[in-house]
């Protein structure tokens, strides 16, 4: 199978992927130098070094780790334009982009520099691409809950546009009903909900998001697989997956692209779609995983149509653009 061959005009929605996690190493090794941050890496090499990931917690240590270089709203802009270049190069037409403002109000940061930044972005690449994108502020689920009412309270109270809430890092332990107060405000405020469940975690957690949290995707959602009656409720209420090939093979949640059950998830009938989650710690944005499935499943250009119309179907955006898109 040919992996560099172009993916065509397939118009995508990109819909997991945590613009933090779209930090290049070299853009990290530029902030650094900029504000004469010490990074404790001699170079890229000896920081790719560390991209060696055993699990979701040894990628989340240098994940917040790298974070310490974005302090401004202009660092936040260039983030978020840099991604969004490379998600339209990559065949995004609109992306719905998670933000955790926690890992950044605990360094002085406050919500609104973030938001300001990102949403600067949004609208200058928007400008030059005819991209769109929203943003989904995401709770960690390994701080605690009052944290997590506080920015909300910010995040509500700054003003800016936000799709949804979500809900990331470290999974195992932090079941999602600890933050059924939390999602209940924000969805009676008017945002849109998700949360990563059974990417390390059981299959319950994914239960609890739909059932306490009441989401409307779930984001990862392998261990859904392990539970008929899951996976049932799923396919019923076309509640859709947010998949992340190369983020579960660099993170060990499965053992190869092979073993990404890509099949089996289709013929569960669940809507499922393929995002790239931390691009530039995994291995690459939409089209690198796109490619990747390709080369390991002989991906016709039906299977590829069907991701696409389903990353449409998936988003949140308004039913006419959806309509055109389709
Ligand atoms: N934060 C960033 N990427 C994540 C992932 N794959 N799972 C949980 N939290 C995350
Ligand atoms: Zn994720």
Not at 236 to 256: E, F, G, K, M, W
Request: glycine share 8%; hydrophobic share 45%; charged share 20%.
């Amino acid at each position: 199978t040919d992996t560099t061959a172009p993916l065509g005009r397939l118009p995508f929605c990109e819909l997991h992927v945590h613009i933090e996690g779209t930090l290049e190493p070299a853009t990290i090794f530029e902030l650094a130098a900029a504000k004469d941050i010490r990074l404790p890496y001699a170079d890229e090499a000896e920081l790719a070094a560390l991209y060696d990931f055993s699990d979701l917690q040894s990628f989340l240590d240098l994940y917040y780790a790298n974070m310490q270089v974005l302090q401004t709203e202009d660092d936040f802009e260039a983030l978020g334009a840099a991604y969004l270049r490379r998600a339209g190069a990559a065949g995004v037409v609109h992306a719905e982009m998670f933000v955790d403002p926690q890992a950044h109000s605990v360094r002085g940061i406050p919500e609104s520099v973030v938001l300001a930044g990102l949403h600067r972005a949004i609208a200058a690449v928007g400008a030059e691409t005819g991209i769109t994108a929203s943003i989904i502020v995401c709770v960690l689920r390994d701080q605690p809950v009052d944290s997590a009412e506080r920015m909300l309270d910010r995040v509500l109270e700054s003003g800016f546009a936000i799709e949804g809430i979500g809900l990331d890092s470290a999974e195992v332990g932090y079941p999602p009903s600890l933050f059924r107060s939390v999602f209940e405000r924000a969805r009676a405020a008017g945002l849109h909900a998700v949360a990563h469940a059974g990417e390390e975690g059981p299959a319950s957690y994914v239960w609890e998001a739909l059932d306490v949290l009441g989401v409307e995707r779930v984001d990862h959602g392998n261990r859904a697989l392990d539970d008929a009656a899951l996976v049932a409720r799923l396919a019923a209420d076309r509640i859709p997956l947010t998949l992340c090939p190369l983020s579960n093979v660099r993170l060990r949640v499965i053992p190869s692209i092979a073993e990404f059950p890509l099949r089996r998830m289709l013929d569960t009938g669940i809507l499922v779609t393929i995002n790239s989650d931390d691009p530039a710690y995994f291995g690459g944005y939409l089209d690198d995983n796109l490619r990747a499935l390709r080369g390991a499943f002989d991906l016709g250009g039906d299977v590829l149509g069907l991701l696409a119309r389903n990353s449409v179907e998936a988003s949140f955006l308004a039913p006419a653009r959806k309509h055109a898109l389709l």
